[in-house]
């Protein structure tokens, strides 16, 4: 008979499995998305040791691209990292939704955690915490782990042949059809949507430097549904 440590260990296995299973439907926006941000990279004139670093340093595609285009640009190094920290503003939200559930990790695995995080993966994980199912923790480690994998094998392939991708591809629409995927499976009530929409007007309709436009929508979009909780409380209209 199995012992409760090892009824734990396989739970925690089969979540991280789960995990990285569930990067499958992804992988039609990470890979081309993984490969321009690569070669943007290559393009910008960095040596390949340099494009990879900025891979695997940063982690983030609209921040490697954003980087890739300062350098490319002659702006100087506090720019670009000033710039970089801007665009992933939205990350501290993304943290402070998980943290709970990383109580009881080390401070090294919380470090991890925190390296790993995506959009991808923080949209996946909270559809599993909505749905109540155990394991969020490990199941995020499986999911953000692939993908970070995924993302420098196509960071790499984009390095190597950014020489054969043409400058007039746009990896815009792939990236915005991807992110509709993973968002869709999150709107199950009026404030989900509520928020959805907001915070995609405010990306969409506002101009602001350094690319806070987004992180301008992320609170537009907590506003508008801490809002509609306030005016029309979910225990009064059974939403």
Not at 58 to 77: D, E, H, K, N, T
Request: glycine share 10%.
């Amino acid at each position: 008979m199995p012992s409760p440590n090892d009824e734990d260990r396989l739970a925690r296995r089969s979540a991280f499995l789960a995990g990285a299973r569930a990067c499958l439907p992804l992988l039609p926006g990470i890979l081309p998305f993984g490969m321009v941000c690569g070669a943007a990279a290559a393009g910008a004139g960095l040596s390949l040791g340099q494009s990879f670093a900025l891979s695997w340093l940063v982690f983030a595609g609209s921040s490697q691209i954003v980087a890739a285009q300062l350098f490319a640009s002659g702006a100087p190094g506090w720019v670009i990292i000033a710039t970089g920290w801007a665009v992933n503003l939205r990350f501290m939200m993304y943290s402070a939704a998980l943290a709970p559930h990383f109580r009881g990790f080390s401070g090294p695995r919380r470090w991890l955690a925190a390296y790993l995080l995506t959009d991808q993966a923080f949209a996946v994980t909270l559809a599993r915490i909505l749905d109540g199912r155990p394991g969020a923790s490990w199941f995020y480690l499986g999911i953000a782990a692939t993908l970070w994998l995924l993302w420098q094998i196509s960071s790499l392939a984009g390095i190597l042949l950014g020489a054969l991708i043409p400058q007039s591809w746009s990896v815009d629409f792939v990236v915005a059809l991807t992110f509709i995927g993973v968002l869709a499976p999150l709107l199950r009530d009026r404030n989900m949507i509520a928020a959805a929409v907001a915070g995609g007007g405010a990306a969409v309709l506002l101009d602001l430097p350094m690319k806070l436009n987004l992180m301008a929508a992320a609170v537009a979009g907590v506003a508008a549904a801490l809002l509609l909780e306030k005016l029309w409380p979910k225990s009064q209209s059974g939403a």
